[in-house]
């Protein structure tokens, strides 16, 4: 593994657009996600940290936003594709279910919500003023990813309680990825949570 798990992912709740701050086990910040508003395709930006002077990684969808769409993942530096991640049909509306796809566009492994109710009674009861404030520490939705193949998890992102922010937790579950799946994996988490967090 490249990074130090657990990951720690903070979503500002303020901000105009969505942005997502990463650290690893260390507290050091190894990403910055800022996504590109008033765009009709998802256009995300991921810098090396929240200076924004190296920017790392590129999140493209392929049509306007839809259940449908599909992400690419781009170097930043290169523009070199590094596979890409989508909606696994009307399956999604319920319990999210994402596909994810190597440089060939061959699935890899794909991304299941554990406990679908956890999300809904976390959103519901969100909506509700006061009561809202504290369902970040009575719910923890949470996504696992497997391997296609095996069908062995290699990672879980949950959610963690938090007051006037959104804070997930990456964790690796074992197992040995190639950087390339591992980066994968991890671009396929930050967009597939910033979607999750705007249905719900």
């Known amino acids: 593994m490249y990074y130090q798990y657990p990951l720690n ?6 901000a105009l657009a969505p942005q997502i701050y990463v650290t690893d086990s260390s507290g050091q910040e190894i990403m910055f996600v800022r996504q590109k508003i008033f765009k009709l395709k998802e256009d995300v930006r991921i810098f090396s940290d929240s200076s924004k002077t190296t920017e790392v990684f590129r999140i493209r969808a392929d049509r306007i936003i839809d259940f449908s769409a ?3 993942f781009f170097n930043s530096q290169t523009d070199a594709p590094l596979g890409a991640v989508k909606h696994k049909g009307f399956r999604s509306i ?3 279910h994402w596909l994810l796809f190597d440089t060939s ?3 890899s492994h ?6 679908p109710w956890a999300k809904v ?3 519901l009861l969100g909506e509700i003023p006061v009561v809202g ?3 970040g520490y009575v719910f923890h939705p949470s996504y696992t990813v497997y391997d296609s193949q095996t069908n062995e998890p290699v990672m879980r992102l949950t959610k ?3 007051f006037f922010e959104s804070k997930f937790t990456i964790q690796s579950l074992g197992g040995s990825l190639k950087p390339e799946e591992e980066q994968r994996i991890l671009l396929s988490i930050l967009m597939a949570v910033q979607l999750e967090r705007s249905r719900g």
Request: charged content about 25%; aromatic content about 14%; glycine content about 0%.
């Open 160 to 162: 963690e309680p938090a």
């Open 105 to 107: 566009d061959q699935q």
């Open 9 to 14: 992912l903070r979503f500002k709740l303020i």
């Open 94 to 96: 319920w319990s999210a």
């Open 110 to 115: 794909h991304m299941t919500e554990d406990n």
């Open 121 to 123: 009674l976390d959103t």
């Open 133 to 135: 404030l504290f369902t």
């Open 70 to 72: 599909k992400y690419h």
